[in-house]
């Protein structure tokens, strides 16, 4: 209509319904920023892997469904236990092993492995776990009776090992009358066919299998040239963290008994046994 000003009109209710909207709205606001923060879920136990060369009975062998088992593979899981954390044994062969290591390849080994102060420049071991000491195989119509009757002899041993460091010692590093092969029971192979005349190795290892070949006649001789050795669970240069839990672990199945009942497990017979 002329002369009339037109205003918009807004009934109650609806501004009733505008300023309810915004309480709720504001009411949301404020319940999510009172919200509890959620509780971060427990990190899952780390899994390490260990480089182990199964063809070392009993120390790690493979079992029929071509598991890695034996004497380290039972301390180890024992120790991881203990030391709260997770382990996956890989095969390893022993020849190049610390290779493995050094390239973050492998985490910890567990082999059989002599504490050497050589190695040490390279690797970080646990306490020792294992003493050991090396012997001679020959067969029994030999008139092998002392290391030093090897020195003109062709002579087996597996490479990189401890076994294989006294050898050369004696009878020359370069000597083409050691023969050098890739695990211990190609070694004692090597022996029953011939091939060599006598084989130095871990007395654990040619124990063992002695037992398992008994028809093959072989004589075992200590000898005082061969001193005490004693092996550990190496880590990566400077892994403290993970030498720690190793040594925890260690220490624990000591103290509890469970070291003690692996090792009669498998040396119930023996007073001392193998390392490489």
Partial sequence: MAGTLYRPYRSYSMNRIFNLGLCVLALSLAACG?????????PAPTEYLVGAEATFAPFEYQNEQKEIVGFDVDVMNAIADKGGFKIKFVNTPFEGIFNFLAQGDRDLLASAI???????????FSEPYFEANQLIVVPKN?????????????VGVQSATTGDEIVQKELGKNNPNIKRLE???LVMKELEGG?????????GVVK?????????????ISDPAFSKEYYGIAVKKGNTELLAK???GLAAIRADGTY?????????DSATDSAK
Avoid: C, H
């Fill in 208 to 220: 063992n299998y002695i037992k398992n070949n008994p028809s093959e006649g072989f004589r075992l």
């Fill in 183 to 185: 695990s211990a029971t």
């Fill in 195 to 203: 091939g060599v005349e006598a084989v130095v190795s871990d007395n």
């Fill in 260 to 268: 003690d009942k692996i090792y009669a497990k498998y040396f119930a």
């Fill in 246 to 248: 190793v040594n925890k």
């Fill in 34 to 42: 009172k919200q509890e923060p959620k509780t971060a879920a427990a």
């Fill in 114 to 124: 002599t504490i050497t102060d050589e190695r040490k420049q390279t690797v970080d």
């Fill in 142 to 154: 030999s008139k092998v009776t002392k290391f030093a009757d090897l020195k003109n002899m062709k």
